[in-house]
């Protein structure tokens, strides 16, 4: 894959992020603090992003989300197809619960 | 406060938050005792509210009042769950008290729904498992091999604890339902 490709991937990906994680703080605000895994104080600098801005910052070329998952029995949760989904998305979500979310240093 | 009556007449704002409150907690199944506990409407206005919302008479008889039933194994994923997130939106978010609670189970509810399971924890007993904390009668245990906390009794030896998601029992959602199911 040329570099370029890659670039326009990032910002398209970066892109996308940022617009969902701002539609889902807007939403419902608690569940979007579990679900992206952010502080409170991330969730309102998200939700005041004007839509220039969230350009400006998709056009950045590294990635604006973080892999969230560095344990790798959560990992195994999430992608483990032997057991029945619903209970190892559930082990997953009481695992996540416990995690410290990303906030603003 | 000087007498029931005249409380309950003060704020017609209050009021209004309160049956907006009580039909919100009708429509994810609260109980009376429930809605009595956490409302200033009377109980002849909660009977009427219920019987509007839900189209039935509310069940009558107590509340449950045992720890008991937490700790078998799919109540106890389910009461986990509810707590992971009722603990994690105690630390991360604002929300608090009763808040708190119907956010929880509204992510419960959800969660549970998307992996096509029944839903074991009605909100009553979710309301009565945060009681049963708060009077320290529950406690959560670390699993040992996953690290994941799950609800357990107070004062019962945490060390060496495993959780019923590492170690499933055999027969673990084998239901007769489940089975019908597949047939």
Known sequence: ?????TYNDIKEVNLSYLM???????????????????????????????????LK?????????????????????LANHERERGVGHVHAAILAAG?????VA | MISGGRVR???VILEARDIRLAVELVELGARLQLLEAETKLSRERLLKLYKEVRGVSPPKGMLPFSTDWFMTW??????????????????????TGLEQIIKAYRMYLEQVKRGNMDTVLSLTR???MVRFFDANMLQMATCHECGGEFVAHAYDPTKGYVCGLCHMPARAGKTRRAAAAAA
């Open chain 2, 74 to 95: 799919q109540p106890n994923i389910h009461a986990s769950l509810f707590m992971a997130y009722y603990r994690f939106l105690g630390k991360h978010t604002g929300l």
């Open chain 2, 9 to 11: 007449n003060k704020s």
């Open chain 1, 99 to 103: 995690k410290a979310v990303e906030a």
């Open chain 1, 20 to 54: 969902l994680a701002q539609s889902m703080v807007r939403a419902d605000r608690a569940g979007a603090v579990f679900k992206l895994g952010i502080s409170e104080e991330i969730a309102d600098i998200l939700d005041r992003l004007t839509p220039g801005q969230i």
């Open chain 1, 57 to 77: 910052m998709s056009s950045s070329d590294m990635l604006l989300c973080n892999f969230r998952f560095d344990d790798t029995l959560l990992l195994n949760l």
């Open chain 1, 1 to 5: 894959m040329k570099s370029t490709d």
């Open chain 2, 126 to 128: 979710a309301w009565t």
